[in-house]
């Protein structure tokens, strides 16, 4: 009886950790094989169907094609921009908001209010905001004589339209993780650097930002990922223009899967996001990795 007990013991974890392991093998592993194994195949336009091997024929069509390439490079753009801004802007509200008192948590909750909104209903109210002829920003950008901007119908400014709506939305979440990164750092440590006369910058560069190096890894790691797989507001706004400005990858699978019926070349450019997302996720640890 005890041998068996022990063996259920060892068991146990493994019962309680089944749930979530099913989980992720149901909705991550299997969709991402299913979509590698996809890639070297093609259908019939409704997706159903006629299905062929074909190798390496996607990667080839993606290759030589170039809206493909311009979407790669609306990708690396959009990347390059909004994963700084974000950080940015989720680590300086932290900051605002590392106090103590209860008024502070008024403020915490205004900055995370915009999380409660939903992808879906952010796209839509921003795009009334943004709206050229009647939209709330031009309406307040004429009060102090500024001339209306195109915004999302403009190939300049509709890029930096989608940052702006996507910062505003996600900046309070990763806001949280900065700030149980910033109180964990123990109070001592600050007073031993106001002692030795460090004002408020070289706290934060020598003091701070070291301490908050494993939490500010695991942020960007996070955020790279969620705005690589983001396209509701390109959806909703854009539909990738205009002149295919907003067109990013996961937009045009999205495309070819649903519009053109070709899942095959879906899966294909769902492949080349997965590798892109693989590669910067490990530069970025590389870049932010430390002795510990």
């Known amino acids: 009886m005890q041998n068996i007990s022990r063996k259920l013991e060892a068991f146990s974890p493994y019962l309680f950790l089944a749930p979530a392991l099913a989980g992720l093998l149901v909705f991550r592993l299997f969709p991402i094989a299913n979509a590698l194994v996809s890639s070297f195949q093609t259908t019939g336009f409704s997706g159903i169907g006629n299905v062929r091997w074909v190798g ?12 493909f390439w311009q979407s790669f490079k609306a990708t690396l753009l959009f990347t390059l921009v909004i994963n700084p801004v974000q950080i940015c802007a989720a680590l300086i509200l932290a900051l605002l908001v590392n106090r103590d008192g209860k008024a502070i948590n ?42 209306p901007q195109p915004f999302l119908t403009s190939s300049r400014q509709a890029m930096w339209s989608i940052v702006a709506l996507t910062t505003w939305r996600a900046a309070g979440y990763w806001m949280i ?29 020598y003091i701070t930002f070291p301490l908050l190096k494993r939490t500010l890894t695991f942020v960007v790691v ?9 396209f509701v507001p390109m ?5 990738g223009g205009p002149a295919m400005s907003t067109n990013v ?24 996001i997965l590798l892109l997302v693989l590669l910067t996720v490990g530069l970025e640890f590389r870049l932010l990795r430390s002795e510990q």
């Open 177 to 205: 993780f900065i700030l149980a990164g910033l109180q964990q750092v123990p109070t001592s440590v600050y007073e031993a650097s106001t002692i030795d006369g460090a004002n408020g910058l070289q706290t934060f560069r």
């Open 222 to 230: 996070a955020d790279t990922s969620a705005n690589f797989l983001l």
């Open 106 to 147: 008024v403020f915490r909750t205004i900055f995370f209010m915009p999380v409660t909104v939903s992808t879906t209903v952010a796209s839509v109210l921003w795009g009334l905001m943004l709206n050229p002829n009647s939209g709330l920003i031009n309406s307040m950008l004429a009060m102090v004589g500024i001339s």
């Open 56 to 67: 390496l024929e996607n990667y080839k069509f993606l290759v030589q094609d170039p809206t």
């Open 235 to 239: 959806y909703l706004l854009t539909k």
């Open 249 to 272: 990858l996961m937009y045009e699978a999205f495309r070819n899967a649903f519009i053109y019926g070709d899942r095959g070349k879906a899966c294909a450019i769902v492949v080349v």
